[in-house]
T-cell receptor, first 115, second 114 residues
Framework: GAGVSQSPSNKVTEKGKDVELRCDPISGHTALYWYRQSLGQGLEFLIYFQGNSAPDKSGLPSDRFSAERTGGSVSTLTIQRTQQEDSAVYLC?????????????FGSGTQLSVL | GESVGLHLPTLSVQEGDNSIINCAYSNSASDYFIWYKQESGKGPQFIIDIRSNMDKRQGQRVTVLLNKTVKHLSLQIAATQPGDSAVYFCAENAGGTSYGKLTFGQGTILTVHP
């Protein structure tokens, strides 16, 4: 079946603009995660959705960042008033049920460049 | 891009050699550890995992070793192939309810020469 799909694959924006990044998880996966990967760095946790539970937002770096997951499937990560330090690859992952030992399946990411 | 390599540890091996990639983790409460492989332009791909109640786990051509005493994790790749060239990340999970809330290491670039 199809893997995790992210769009757009690349986004160039001007400082101060808002951007929306989209993630389509694997069908049937109830857990969805957003990570950020800056150049030359490992992945940084942003937010986690599990079913109908309140999301774990503890990794969001500022209130300019928000995410939602509609209908338990597609998720959108929104960055308001983008700054140059927001430039990174934003990766989405999903897993079957959000339990320890489950494999996370990652998308190929959205490369965000803020000019 | 190429500049990623300027900041990450690198390991160069010849095809057919065994590779060992090391990782130090920080949280003694972590109970689950994973190795990921990331090729250029792609998301990380699961390789192998290990729970904290184990010290060794083997997969196909890969072995993960866990030393909780010194908080050290290693990935061994047998008979390394050019297709193994990638950035390798270790990740840890401290348990609780956020199972996918992983803390990643900075990564090691593995280059396999034919």
């Amino acid at each position: 079946g199809a893997g995790v799909s992210q769009s757009p694959s690349n986004k160039v924006t001007e400082k101060g603009k808002d951007v929306e990044l989209r993630c389509d998880p694997i069908s049937g996966h109830t857990a969805l995660y957003w990570y950020r990967q800056s150049l030359g760095q490992g992945l940084e946790f942003l937010i986690y959705f599990q079913g109908n539970s309140a999301p774990d937002k503890s990794g969001l770096p500022s209130d300019r960042f928000s995410a939602e997951r509609t209908g338990g499937s597609v998720s959108t990560l929104t960055i308001q008033r983008t700054q140059q330090e927001d430039s990174a690859v934003y990766l989405c992952a999903s897993s079957l049920g959000g339990t320890v030992g489950e494999k996370l399946f990652f998308g190929s990411g959205t490369q965000l460049s803020v000019l | 891009g190429e500049s990623v390599g300027l900041h990450l540890p690198t390991l160069s091996v010849q095809e057919g050699d065994n590779s060992i990639i090391n990782c130090a983790y920080s949280n003694s409460a972590s109970d689950y550890f994973i190795w990921y492989k990331q090729e250029s332009g792609k998301g990380p791909q699961f390789i192998i995992d290990i729970r904290s109640n184990m010290d060794k786990r083997q997969g196909q051509r890969v072995t993960v070793l866990l030393n909780k005493t010194v908080k050290h994790l290693s990935l061994q790749i047998a008979a390394t192939q050019p297709g193994d060239s990638a950035v390798y990340f270790c990740a840890e999970n401290a348990g609780g309810t956020s199972y996918g809330k992983l803390t990643f290491g900075q990564g090691t670039i593995l280059t396999v020469h034919p």
